[in-house]
């Protein structure tokens, strides 16, 4: 079943194209703040240890959500709460952003899951392939028996399809 429309894992979407590794990064998050799973694939420098790194990438997040809430043109009567997750399409939200070093894409699912590919600065729109990797998540991952929700994923199915699927970001 795919939670974004279909009910089978479709074929992979189309990856983005740009030239080089392009998939850096990933962490996913749950809807506490709880890095539920962080896979690296290029990423040249490290700088801080794994917990401090996790805390501040949920903290960037949380205040650029905060900032598109307060940028919204509609009235504080139909935002909601600040930090609960949305539908898509619903409210103000940021999709990505970029630096001259690398392009970060965010998706947040409604049950609050959060999703963040950093990836090469050129990279196209990535929505359908975060996406993709979310209905990744529930197959291999949620619909495990063996899987404690909240846990980290410790999935090799899951981790070695996702690996095949981000270096194919070409």
């Known amino acids: 079943m795919q ?5 089978e894992i479709s074929p992979s979407p189309p990856a983005p194209t740009a030239s080089g590794n392009n998939g850096h990064m990933m962490y ?21 240890d794994a917990q401090q790194d996790h805390k501040l990438m949920f903290g960037l997040l949380f205040s650029l959500k905060s900032l598109t809430a307060k940028m919204d ?27 001259n070093t690398y392009k970060l894409s965010f998706m947040e699912s409604p ?18 392939s ?25 999935c090799e199915l899951f981790n070695t399809t996702l690996d095949q699927y981000v270096r194919g970001i070409a």
Do not use: A
């Open 111 to 128: 049950s609050g899951i959060k999703i963040i590919l950093v990836t090469h600065p050129r990279t196209g729109d990535l929505r359908e």
């Open 3 to 7: 939670f974004f429309g279909g009910s």
């Open 28 to 48: 996913v998050f749950n809807r506490n703040g709880v890095c539920l799973l962080y896979r690296e694939w290029n990423r040249p420098l490290r700088t801080l």
């Open 73 to 99: 043109p509609t009235s504080v009567v139909e935002k909601g709460n600040l930090g609960m997750p949305q539908l898509p399409g619903q409210g103000c939200s940021f999709h990505s952003f970029r630096t």
């Open 130 to 154: 975060l996406k993709y990797i979310y209905n990744l998540y529930v197959e291999y991952v949620v619909k495990n028996p063996l899987y404690t929700p909240g846990s980290p994923i410790r």
